[in-house]
């Protein structure tokens, strides 16, 4: 998979032909770089974006979930207090929240979320099926759960 990832980065570092990158790509840039260990091009993407995103809290959950992702656990819960992003009720759908809680190394409070998101028909909750960062759940039984129900032909 990281072949994937050093493909992506490798398209979006390439020169822009048709203007900026919109954010919520620049934030998935950051995704790709984590896997890949470029630490430096994680804090330098937060760093540049952070400051156009106002009071999109989805977008700095993701920020603060990148930053997570390399080590960076200070940084994000920081701004994870700061802006209150596992706080309820929030703007933030409980599945980012549930991949912002991942990040940090709460697996139980994910996977609470993941339950909720569940039970409230969150949309996005499709992509438990297929999003990488739920890697470390996939074995988890209250996992399998959740994505049995939302899944059930899958079993």
Known sequence: MSGR??????????????GPIPLE???YVAFMNAYLGNKDQVRRIAES???????Q???????????????DVEHANRLTREFKLLASPTPISRFRQALLALSLGETSTALS???TAAETKEPELLWIAADPRLEPLRGVFAFKSIAAE???DNN
């Open 5 to 18: 990832y050093k493909d992506g980065a490798k398209l979006a570092s390439a020169p822009l032909l048709y």
């Open 25 to 27: 790509a620049q934030l």
């Open 113 to 115: 979320l993941l339950q």
């Open 49 to 55: 974006i952070r400051p156009s995103l106002g009071a």
């Open 57 to 71: 809290l989805s977008m700095m959950a993701g920020i603060a979930e990148a930053l997570a992702m390399i080590g």
């Open 150 to 152: 939302l899944f059930p």
